[in-house]
């Protein structure tokens, strides 16, 4: 959950932004409501505000490494501006989603693609990218892999009610399918503070949900 006066100083941070491009607060409210309603949807067990607010506490710890700080801070908050676990363009959507709301209230073109192409690369499905801001997306989107124990069981636990319509052998099936595809990856973060302060609890946190998933398969 994200407590009022947070969400209020999210609030004032996506007015800051959108006046680095000439957006008036009377402008950049309306999409704000738009999102928030988004993230805060019911089915939204894991991709909402708090994973939001995750975010962009990674991305301060790492802002001195930034090239385009207002960009990122707008392809995180579309990222999973639509997330519908049956379906499998949502980063696409989210990226339609973001021209749809930012071009009429006067962000530049030029901006948007910026965005959107980040916000694409959220389905973490290609090498890792070439520009620096996106590197620092993707770790913000998967910091949740390398945190305490604790919290990363309540994010398995998140996931599997966001696909709480998924029989629950064929979710293993299909979970342990994700795990086993990211503990393959040669490193998960790409960022160096990512990689040092984060990559071997995260894998340590895949292996054990992996265990987990397997032992309940053989229960």
Known sequence: MVSPE???????????????????PTDAYPPFDVLVAAYSAPERHYHNLEHLNEMF????????????????QLAIWFHDAVY???????EQRSGELAVDLLGPIGVPAS??????????????AAEAPGDHDTRVLLDADLAILGASEERYA????????????????????GRTAVLERFLAAPRLYH?????EE??????????NELAELQNARGA
């Open 6 to 24: 947070r969400l209020a100083s999210m609030q004032k941070s996506w007015v800051r932004t959108l006046d680095q491009y000439r957006v008036a």
């Open 57 to 72: 506490r990674v991305v301060e710890r790492l802002a001195p490494t930034v090239e385009n700080p207002n960009a990122l």
């Open 84 to 90: 519908d676990s049956r379906a499998k363009d949502n």
């Open 111 to 124: 901006a948007i693609e910026r965005i959107v192409r980040m916000i694409w690369a959220t389905a973490h």
């Open 154 to 173: 309540r994010y398995a636990r998140d996931i599997r009610q966001e696909y709480s319509w998924v029989p629950e052998a064929e979710y293993r099936a």
């Open 191 to 195: 960022t160096p503070i990512m990689f």
């Open 198 to 207: 984060g990559e071997q609890r995260a894998r340590s946190n895949l292996r």
